[in-house]
């Protein structure tokens, strides 16, 4: 389903990785177009480089050859100091495994994107308790991750990543740890946040049920698109 | 600016606390050991800042034990250059107990304190120990050493010098007690000469050395040389320097110890560098996935490389000034035993401005590699490794 203007696109990607003397090619020439506003979930078995083109799309990784452009910047050809800029201020990531800081609280972790910004404390604060009450983790601020259950943990995971408000939210396998009922609630998360607020989802998912949910399920084997289904 | 970012060092402190205690403990040491080293030279030296550039000693050419003729003075007096000459002995005192050895030499008294300017002491004790042949000027570290006071009469002894009537022990009044400036040596006792040499029962006419006052320190160098050579082929041939020569000289005797403290606080420095780049570089790689995490955020590589380093700087200085702090608070409670024989026993600024700047650069050096790491590391890598 399209519903606005391009806000990825993406021409003759191609990603190759070193193992040992052998040179793997994880994506191979792959182009694609993501419309603002859209919530796509990436799908295939595993090495067919779903990971791989997210990691690009949000620009922790670096393509061998082809464009990849983002609300009209051309990402690839950004350097390391301004690539890393960007991030802080485009995109959120979601990960499996939540990756949060585990000798920081749930609200200390939700502030670091912040830290990059220049706000003052009281600014950061309010913006962390919107983003933790928005996750509906108001009560859980001063919680350790370790004092959190899985879906929680996400949750945070979810506040950190749009407490910047960024325009693309790229989530890694989001459900992926969790049990099905977690699961749903963090897909009911990220479908408000595509629905009310706007945000861009492209989600990497094994799960059929959690693609159920995107507007657009983008298959991708041996580093081709194969399938685009609306 | 980086107020905002010390949660996040500090947490990073706290991950494992036993180690960062142990790491932290061991720089306490290290900087204590300093602490104190630099506190020993402090006292070694002081008597070398505060000697006078402008006051010369003449001695006998063979050994200060060796006396010279008291009519060198006048000889001494006429040279051109010189504005005062006195004479000096060594007494070879002891009080009670001949391990209680005390610095006292009979002297003229208004020359010697026109010597001693910095020398201060009330004007009535002063006019009492200048009217008294048998009074005695004494140091403020030496009177509190024994408990003496004003008007006390001391039994002295002397391991060299008989009286008269056969014995060794000179009677003599505390008539004056003198301070001196910072680092100043207050050890000191002095006697009147007149009493001295009517009293002993040897050496009449000799004299143990003689303090002479140049007009100008620059003149130093050639009055020695002319005081040398008017005694030069004589039976007591002169040997003349400064005071701060001598004092130098004393030092660099006793300031092997100073070497050998110096050496060991450099071989405990550098071992602390090892320890505390071993703390960072396991506390980087145990962070991997969150370096990660942190650059996938948007915080830069320099920006991961400058975290680690004030990290690192945060630990040696957290240690650092610990261990300062003791060095400074053991020479302030320790000051009053080692006042008799080490004045000047305590952390001087300019330690404390080295050891700033030491651990500072003791953290930059730690940190320096696994900062380096943690700024190379690739984002994908780094997450994979979770």
């Known amino acids: 389903m399209s519903v606005g203007r391009p806000i990825v696109r993406i021409r003759d990607l191609v990603k190759e990785y070193r193992r040992g003397a052998e040179v793997v090619r994880v994506l191979d020439g792959l182009s694609l177009d993501i419309e603002a ?25 670096r393509p061998n ?8 910047l051309r990402v690839d050809r950004l350097g390391d100091a ?10 959120g990531f979601v990960f499996q495994m939540y990756n949060l800081l585990p000798v920081l609280s749930a609200e200390r972790n939700v502030e670091l994107p ?26 859980r601020a001063k ?26 939210l790229l989530c890694d396998e989001p459900t992926g740890d969790l049990d099905r009922r977690s699961g749903d ?46 | 600016m980086i107020g905002k970012y010390l949660p996040l060092l500090s947490a990073s402190l706290r991950r494992k606390k036993l180690r960062t205690f142990f790491t932290i403990a061991s720089i306490v040491i290290a900087f204590l050991l300093f602490g104190l080293a630099e506190s020993m030279r402090h006292a070694l030296e002081a008597g070398v800042n505060i000697a006078g550039a402008d006051r010369l000693l003449t001695m006998h050419k063979v050994s200060f034990t060796q006396l010279l003729p008291a009519s060198y003075e006048n000889r001494i007096r006429g040279i051109a250059g010189v504005v005062d000459v006195t004479p000096q002995t060594w007494f070879g005192a002891w009080f009670k107990d001949e391990r209680n050895q005390i610095p006292a030499f009979p002297v003229v008294p208004e020359p010697f304190l026109r010597m001693y300017p910095e020398y201060s002491m009330p004007e009535d004790q002063k006019q009492a120990w200048l009217s008294d042949r048998s009074g005695i000027l004494v140091g403020r570290a030496l009177a509190d050493a024994y408990g003496w006071k004003v008007g006390d009469v001391v039994p002295l002894h002397s391991a060299i010098w008989r009286k008269q009537d056969g014995t060794f022990v000179w009677d003599v009044t505390v008539r004056a007690i003198y301070d001196a400036p910072q680092g100043g040596d207050t050890r000191n006792l002095a006697l009147h000469q007149d009493y001295f040499e009517e009293a002993k029962a040897f050496g009449k006419g000799l004299v143990g050395w003689y303090l002479v006052k140049v007009r100008d320190p620059n003149l130093a160098r050639s009055v020695s040389r002319q005081i040398d050579q008017v005694f030069a082929n004589s039976p007591a041939e002169t040997k003349t320097s400064s005071e701060r020569a001598m004092a130098q000289s004393f030092v660099n005797q006793v300031g092997n110890v100073g070497k050998i403290l110096r050496a060991i606080v450099t071989a405990v420095f550098f071992t602390m560098l090892l320890v505390t780049a071993n703390t960072m570089a396991q506390s980087v790689r145990e962070r991997t996935s969150e370096i990660g995490v942190l650059k996938t955020l948007g915080f830069t590589n320099t920006g991961v490389l400058g975290m680690v380093l004030v990290e690192s700087v945060l630990v040696t200085v957290i240690g650092g000034v610990l ?12 000051e009053p035993v080692f006042r008799q024989y080490l004045p000047g026993f305590h952390l001087p600024w300019e330690a404390i401005l080295a050891g700033s700047i030491y651990m500072t650069a003791l ?4 940190g320096a590699v696994p900062a380096a790491q943690a700024m190379r590391l690739r984002i994908v890598e780094a997450l994979r490794r979770d």
């Open chain 2, 363 to 366: 953290g930059l050096a730690a």
């Open chain 1, 37 to 61: 506003g859209d919530f796509v979930a990436l799908m295939g078995p595993s090495g067919s480089g779903k990971s791989t083109l997210l990691n690009l799309i949000g620009g922790i990784d």
């Open chain 2, 323 to 334: 261990g300062l702090a003791a060095a400074w608070w053991l020479g302030v409670q320790f």
């Open chain 1, 185 to 230: 609630e963090i897909l009911n998360l990220l479908q408000a946040l595509n629905r009310e607020y706007g945000k861009t989802v492209i989600m990497v998912t094994h799960d059929p049920h959690a693609a159920e949910r995107a507007h657009r399920i983008v298959h991708l084997d041996k580093g081709l698109l194969r399938e685009d289904t609306a």
């Open chain 1, 82 to 91: 301004a690539l890393a800029h960007w991030r802080a201020d485009h995109v």
């Open chain 1, 143 to 168: 919680h350790r991750p370790r004092e959190l259950s899985g879906g929680q943990e996400q949750r945070v995971g979810i506040a950190r990543a749009i407490v910047t408000d960024p325009t693309l």
């Open chain 1, 65 to 72: 050859a082809g464009e990849l452009e983002v609300e009209g």
């Open chain 1, 114 to 139: 912040l830290l990059l910004k220049d706000l003052s404390r009281e600014q950061r604060a309010r913006r962390v308790a919107a983003a933790l009450r928005l996750v509906g983790l108001s009560d």
